[in-house]
């Protein structure tokens, strides 16, 4: 059964940095976009940056570009995202998710076909 595994969430300081990690089994990266969406309390959840399955094009969330960085490792079957300069705002539980809907390009609208189970990110003082 397709899965993703998210971790690397924390406590962190604003300014600080984390990286999150998703690990995809049984099926691969170039058949899937993987996106990462957040749900903070309160809010509604948000896209916050995807990567496409083939040629690796990215989108960001203007909230968070020029801090955060998708990438993926095809041979660890594996997406990351590396959030540096994190604000309290970006407090949240953070999702992977995979789209098969297009594979050269990415959304940050749903609906996603899989997701994660998600992992916590706090950034406080």
């Known amino acids: 059964q397709l899965q993703l595994v998210e971790s690397g969430g924390g406590l962190v300081q604003p300014g600080g940095s984390l990286r999150l990690s998703c690990a995809a089994s049984?099926?691969?990266?170039?058949?899937?976009?993987i996106g990462w969406f957040r749900h903070a309390p309160g809010k509604e959840r948000e896209g916050v940056s995807c990567?496409?399955?083939?040629?690796?094009?990215?989108n960001y969330a203007d909230s968070v570009k020029g801090r955060f960085t998708i990438s993926a490792d095809n041979a660890k079957n594996t997406v990351y995202l590396q959030m540096n300069n994190l604000k309290p705002e970006d407090t949240a539980v953070y999702y992977c998710a995979a789209s098969g809907l297009v594979l050269t390009a990415c959304v940050l609208l749903e609906p996603y076909d899989y997701w994660g189970q998600g992992a916590q990110v706090t950034v406080s003082s």
């Open positions: 049984e099926f691969t990266l170039d058949h899937y976009a």
């Open positions: 990567i496409s399955a083939i040629g690796g094009r990215t």
